[in-house]
């Protein structure tokens, strides 16, 4: 039967995608720049001693309606990437490579169509029986646009860090949280399941 609510509303439904793990990437040396890792050991509270572990976290920058170090629920558990876009901003950037470990990238899941543009509340179930649920995008920000300067020795930092930040809007990949615990290992094929999406008109 023809939802005709839906149509009439522009409800987009709910599907499936196939991707798979490509990296795996974990910063245990207290600072967000990562390195890769064969497999990842998931809690509630996120990749076990990683430097965005934990249940809660402080607010900066991106939640201004805060105090600066308010303490909040931790929804950016994980940073996940995609190659593809990796790679375009690495060209809008004219760099020669944009690695996920200079930005502090946890997981890189390719085969998922503009993996930046998934929505809120999608999930992603891991082969390995882990699943995470996205919270929504991560804004580039100039603390990452310096560290692709450092690791690629640019001319001058400010300017690819201002660079990255133009660039990579829309591109940056997303943040997710652990919704089901376990360990992630490289090579394992994702269920990615799209709720329902519509824009809201009041």
Not at 73 to 79: I, W
Not at 121 to 127: D, G, Q
Not at 147 to 171: M, N, Q
Request: net charge neutral; glycine share 12%; with cysteine.
């Amino acid at each position: 039967m023809t939802d005709l609510f839906a149509t009439k509303t522009g409800i987009l439904p709910s599907r499936k995608i196939g991707g798979r793990v490509s990296g795996l990437f974990e910063a245990l040396a207290g600072d967000f720049v990562t390195t890769p890792a064969s497999s990842l050991e998931l809690t509630f509270d996120g990749i076990v001693g990683d430097y965005h572990a934990g249940a809660t976290r402080k607010s900066g920058g991106r939640e201004p309606w805060y105090p600066r170090g308010t303490e909040m629920r931790n929804e950016r558990q994980l940073s996940i990437l995609a190659s593809d876009e990796l790679r375009e901003v690495a060209n809008g950037m004219g760099l020669a490579e944009l690695r996920p470990e200079w930005i502090g990238g946890n997981m890189v899941i390719d085969g998922v169509p503009s993996l930046s543009m998934l929505p809120p509340r999608t999930l992603l179930f891991f082969e390995g029986g882990v699943t995470l649920r996205v919270d929504g995008q991560n804004a580039p920000c100039k603390v990452a646009g310096r560290s692709i300067g450092e690791h690629a020795a640019t001319a001058d930092h400010t300017t690819t860090a201002l660079d990255f930040v133009r660039v990579s809007r829309r591109l940056r990949g997303i943040v997710a949280w652990v919704e089901k615990p376990g360990t992630v290992r490289a090579g394992e094929k994702v269920d990615v399941r799209v709720p329902e999406q519509w824009i809201y008109q009041p």
